[in-house]
């Protein structure tokens, strides 16, 4: 009897001793625990297709790396916790929960991804995104703390032309930028771009439309034709959909040598339009992006397949990415410190991306530079004419 109430003692003791070692503290502050979630929002097609079967792969494939490494990540195990797609976004109170250290976006959807981005604004748990192109994660020109983007924000395509013309044309090419003055987007990003081209020494003519007059379109295609004697230049359309077609109609209806630049996001509603220039990070990325090697990599080490290997390349992407943040924190880490983690996550360097190695900018929240490729439509498909090494721009709210 004496024996089991020292025995007792002992185990209060030790209970005790371990409270006292790992006291009790809000979820906002520590982590404790040896599994660490991580919320995983799918795709907008679901998780039983082929980017959503690819992207649970390249995590389960994560988890064992792991799990069968000597220190797993700051110590830890981690667990992807997949959302049920017929389920709405994790709350903010769930993502608060103790064990969840960040939660990981791959809807590709802009509407989406809106709505994660303010449900967790200024959280203390990151929210990554494995797009994030056409979301703005900005407040007043300042990357929002907590969240961040693995796409650079869709501005970079001014860069991307800007640099593209400076390899291919004389500082003499004639350059004409399209744009309505009654659509914020459009004559934001076309001031972006002049400004751009003026500094590199071309001299871009501005040409300001009503978008909802059709006819503007046919004036400026008869505007530029008037340059008679002169050699053909550019027209970069900031137009939408419509505005590029239009005035793609209207160039094939002149004839003229001119060519077709339009800033928007490559899609099948162009294919059509042959000659039409773009300048796109994602495009060409199944082809040219070196993803088949993360796909022979998930096979030759787990013998794991994947049948869309861009999006196994991006799940690899924000898992490397968060890695790396816990990496450069003092190890083991028993205890997680939030702010630590969204700091370091804004400065990580070397995710591996494919072929590219991206490194993070503090001041972005995104990539400081991707490539960037620049196609134009062919035989209905978009064929590559250079890959540009593009540089982010940060958010410029008026121009």
Known sequence: MRKIVALLVIILCLATKTERAFPLQSPDERVHDWVWNVLVVPPSTGWDNEPGKSIKTALAWCEREISESSNGIGGHDVKFVLIPESEDFPSRTAANDPHTVAVMSFTHSPEADKILVARFAGANVPLMLA??????????????????????????????????????????????????????????????????????????????????????????????????????????????????????????????????????????????????????????????????????????????????????????????????????????????????????????????????VLDISPGLHRPSARNVYIVEIRNREYSELDTVNTRALAYVPAY
């Open 131 to 356: 797009g994030g192109e056409s979301v703005l994660i900005d407040i007043g020109g300042r990357p929002v703390n907590n969240i961040f983007a693995l796409d650079m924000y869709r501005d970079y395509r001014c860069q991307a032309f800007t640099e593209y013309a400076k390899r291919i044309y004389s500082r003499k090419k004639r350059i004409a930028l399209a744009a309505s003055r009654f659509t914020v987007n459009q004559e934001r990003e076309a001031k972006i771009c002049y400004a751009l081209l003026d500094s590199e020494g071309f001299m871009p003519m501005p040409y300001w439309t009503d978008a909802s007059a059709r006819d503007s379109y046919y004036m400026i295609s008869e505007e530029i034709e008037s340059y008679e004697g002169e050699e053909a230049g550019v027209v970069i359309s900031f137009m939408g959909s419509m505005g590029a077609r239009e005035i793609w109609r209207n160039f094939m209806r002149i004839r003229t040598n001119w060519r077709l630049w339009n800033v928007s996001e490559p899609d099948e509603l162009y294919l059509s339009c042959r000659g039409m220039i773009f300048a796109d990070q994602n495009v060409l990325l199944s082809t040219l992006g070196g993803f088949i090697e993360t796909r022979r990599t998930l096979w030759r080490t787990r013998a794991m397949q994947v049948a869309d290997s861009v999006a196994a390349g991006r799940a690899i992407a924000l898992y490397e990415w968060f890695k790396r943040a816990v990496d450069v924190m003092p190890q083991p880490v028993d205890n997680m410190p939030r702010g630590l983690l969204l700091q370091n996550l804004g400065r990580v360097q070397g995710i591996p991306f494919g072929n590219q």
